[in-house]
């Protein structure tokens, strides 16, 4: 289990202030839509050159044309990010695409693939997508997996279901996380660390219970030393 901070502060100087009490903690940094519109390259090199050690993981989901996915992810490769993320219903063409394209980089980002927003309430996603959450969510993750992606985002409560039905190396990054049973906020479905370990979760997704702590660095570190006994 590796950890996922969401550097979702509003302005490039305030996350960049949150990776600089992070230190140099082994942890994968999540990147999204708002800090890289604004803040693009200058943001990851940024990122890197205060924790050299940290991973990115673009959480740009994307979503096009099979062509324009593959161009899109051929340019996040230069960026030179460890991970990144599709939506996995833009099709199997699109992913073979995407992961035909990546070929020839000696060192690929992983890429994963959204399966059903958390946002989505059951009646609304069925309205778009014609099926329930969790039968849609397998049904995209298998449909990852069978086109060689390295995994999926979905809800922790999923994840082992997934591994189940695909591979237990079948990557899962799951949001909602509260590691010590925080304040859900707005997150309808909220699991623990000890849940995460039991659903085979990899890389739990923490944003606010960390962000929002009086003291991010001890928090960081109190997490670090939970998952490490998971791996004792
Ligand atoms: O603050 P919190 O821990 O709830 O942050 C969760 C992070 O995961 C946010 O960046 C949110 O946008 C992201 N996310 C999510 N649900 C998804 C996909 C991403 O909460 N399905």
Redesign the pocket.
């Known amino acids: 289990m590796q950890l996922c901070i ?1 550097l ?1 502060l509003p302005t490039m100087e305030e996350n960049l202030e949150l990776v600089k009490k992070i230190g140099d903690a082994p942890v994968w940094l ?1 990147v ?1 839509f708002r800090s890289y519109i604004r803040d693009g390259k200058e943001f990851l090199e940024n990122i890197k050159s205060i924790n050299p050690q940290s991973k990115i993981f673009l ?1 740009l ?1 994307l979503y096009d044309i099979p062509n324009t996915m593959a161009d899109a992810a051929e340019e996040i490769a230069l960026l030179e990010v460890d991970m990144f993320n599709i939506h996995a219903s833009a099709g199997e063409k699109a992913m073979r695409e995407v992961m035909q394209r990546l070929d020839k980089f000696e060192q690929r980002p992983l890429v994963l693939a ?1 399966t ?4 989505f309430d059951e009646m609304t996603f069925e309205s778009i997508y014609e099926k329930g959450i969790k039968e849609k969510a397998m049904q995209f993750a298998k449909m990852s997996y069978d086109n060689g992606l390295d995994g999926v ?3 922790a409560f999923e994840s082992k279901m997934i591994k189940d039905a695909t591979s237990a190396s079948f990557l899962t990054l799951c ?4 590691p010590f049973g925080e304040d859900a ?3 309808s479905r ?1 699991a623990t660390l000890e849940v995460a370990r039991d659903e085979m979760v990899d890389f739990p ?8 702590d009086i003291d991010p660095a001890s928090k960081v570190e109190k997490i670090l030393k939970v998952i490490k006994t998971f791996h004792s």
């Open positions: 969401a979702d999540k999204g959480d989901k959204v059903a927003l958390t946002s985002v979905c809800s949001p909602a996380i509260r906020s707005d997150q909220v997704v923490v944003g606010r219970p960390i962000y929002k």
